[in-house]
């Protein structure tokens, strides 16, 4: 099946009635020729009938196939006369009525006295009533001989919380959660000290290490059960500790070297 081009443009379609000449072109230019004719017919003087004649003949032609600028002659035509009759001028006439200015004030306009002048008159007032009258000056301002007759309380002592010792730490906050310390024979915290957590069957299930202030703690909470902890560093040597978890809070506990 063959397939044809969907005309575009359809409302601009003109009908061609010669070759490339419209139907709009062929009645402008015989409306050209027409206006020749009629001038041809006229009783006019021969100077002024044929260029009459040639005028309307050329303008014909010039609105039928000649464009200017791109554009048809004729809007040329209605663009000029718009141009006529459209004046571009625009001349300027005094009004009667006053523009206003900064010192000009409507009569009908009433001036409202600001804050700051109502204080002022305030304050004015009250001086002049205190020049006036000397007494109202101290009368606002009296001296307090009234002395309280309440005895003063006695301060309670401030609660002392009392540190605790070189060697101990607070407890974990929750169950099951293993906490201590590491000391050496003299009593000093130990660095670097690496502890094993052995089930009741011997199975390592959490390996920790002490910090600079030989403090070690388990992250996660324990199982319950029975545990064992080793401790092991260079130069040094630890007793086991057995450990039983019940799902309370543990003590902390002090693991020190022997002598």
Known sequence: MDQHPVPQNI????????????LKQFFQLAGGVAVAVVVYRLPLPFILKWPIMG???????????????????SQWIMAF????????????????QPLPTMNHKPSNQVTKKSVLDLIESQLIA???QIFTHPSLAFS????????????????????ISLPTTHN??????????????????????????????????????????????GQFMTATPLSSGIYTLFAEKDGFGFPSVSIQV???IISPIVITAHA
Request: no cysteine; proline share 12%; net charge neutral.
């Open 140 to 159: 606002a301002i009296q001296p307090n001989t009234q002395r309280s007759t309440r005895s003063p309380q006695p301060l309670s002592p401030l609660p």
């Open 168 to 213: 101990s730490m607070p407890p974990p906050d929750r169950p099951n959660l293993l906490t201590g310390l590491v000391l050496d024979p003299a009593g000093s915290r130990l660095e670097g000290v690496i502890l094993e957590l052995s089930d009741a069957t011997g199975l390592p299930v959490r390996a920790l290490r002490t910090n600079k202030l």
């Open 246 to 248: 019940e799902n309370k």
């Open 126 to 128: 009250r001086f002049s």
């Open 11 to 22: 409302s601009s379609y003109e009908f061609h009635l010669v070759g490339d000449m419209t």
């Open 55 to 73: 005028l309307a003949a050329l303008t014909g032609v010039m609105l039928a196939f000649v464009p200017v600028s791109g554009r048809p002659f």
């Open 81 to 96: 006369i718009k141009a006529i009759y459209s004046p571009t001028e625009f001349h300027w006439s005094e009004t009667s």
